[in-house]
C-alpha cells in the first residue's frame, strides 16, 4: 500500500514569510508525528497527535511553530515568519497507534530559508 | 528517555559481517530497544527492536545482555547498499510515541 507522503518536497521561501507543509499519513495509522533534521545533524522531534487526544508540543522549538490534524488523518505544520535557522528537513512519520510499533517516516520536505 | 551512546562511525567491506553497539545504562524497566536506518535524502527506516536476549529478522540480529546496558545490531554479510546511518534508541513507547534520535553511526561499505 501506499506509504507516508509529504508535500512539497522542497520548498525554498523568504526570511519572514509563512510556509505550510503537508504530511498525508498511511491509511488507517491513528500517531502520526513530525520530526526535524538539520544538516549533518541527527532527528528532532516536535510534535506527535494520538487519535483525538490532545497533541504533544513538547518539541516545538518555538510559537512559529503549529501543527493541526484535520479528521485524524491529513496533518499541516507551520512556520510563521520563517528565519534561516529553521531550514532543515521536515519528516513526517505514522505508526497504526502510539506505542511499541514501527514508526513509518515519509520522504521528507526540504526547506530552505533564504 | 534513556540516552544512548553509539560510535560516529565504522567502515566495513563487502560480504562482512557488522556489529554495532550502542550503550544505554539508563535505561529503565520498561523500555524498549529500536534500531533505525536512515539513508541520504531519505526518512528513517525501521529495522528492529528488541526488550531481551536475542531477536532476528531478515534484516538484522539484535543482541541484548542480561542487564540491558547495552544492544548490538549485527548485519550478515553487508554490501555497498547498507551504507547508511544506523539509529539506536530507547524507550517506553506506551507512555509517549515520539522517537529521541541520537547522533546515529555512519556506516561505510566499501568494495
Known amino acids: 500500500g501506499a506509504g507516508v507522503s509529504q508535500s512539497p518536497s522542497n520548498k525554498v521561501t523568504e526570511k519572514g514569510k509563512d510556509v505550510e507543509l503537508r504530511c498525508d499519513p498511511i491509511?488507517?495509522?491513528?500517531?502520526l508525528y513530525w520530526y526535524r533534521q538539520s544538516l549533518g545533524q541527527g532527528l528532532e522531534f516536535l510534535i506527535y497527535?494520538?487519535?483525538?487526544?490532545?497533541?504533544?508540543k513538547s518539541g516545538l522549538p518555538s510559537d512559529r511553530f503549529s501543527a493541526e490534524r484535520t479528521g485524524g488523518s491529513v496533518s499541516t505544520l507551520t512556520i510563521q515568519r520563517t528565519q534561516q535557522e529553521d531550514s532543515a528537513v521536515y519528516l513526517c512519520?505514522?505508526?497504526?497507534?502510539?506505542?511499541?510499533?514501527?514508526?513509518?517516516f515519509g520522504p521528507g520536505t526540504r526547506l530552505l530559508v533564504l | 528517555l534513556a540516552k544512548t551512546t553509539q560510535p560516529i562511525s565504522m567502515d566495513s567491506y563487502e560480504g562482512q559481517e557488522v556489529n554495532i553497539t550502542c550503550s544505554h545504562n539508563?535505561?529503565?524497566?520498561?523500555?524498549?530497544i529500536t534500531w533505525y536506518q536512515q539513508f541520504p535524502s531519505q526518512g528513517p527506516r525501521f529495522i528492529i527492536q528488541g526488550y531481551k536476549t536475542k531477536v532476528t529478522n531478515e534484516v538484522a540480529s539484535l543482541f541484548i545482555p542480561a542487564d540491558r546496558k547495552s544492544s548490538t545490531l549485527s548485519l550478515p554479510r553487508v554490501s555497498l547498499s547498507d551504507t547508511a546511518v544506523y539509529y539506536c534508541l530507547v524507550g517506553d513507547y506506551n507512555q509517549g510515541g515520539k522517537l529521541i534520535f541520537g547522533q546515529g553511526t555512519e556506516l561505510s561499505v566499501k568494495p
Open positions: 539508563n535505561i529503565a524497566t520498561n523500555d524498549y
Open positions: 512519520a505514522s505508526s497504526l497507534r502510539q506505542g511499541a510499533e514501527t514508526q513509518y
Open positions: 491509511s488507517g495509522h491513528t500517531a
Open positions: 497527535f494520538q487519535g483525538n487526544s490532545a497533541p504533544d
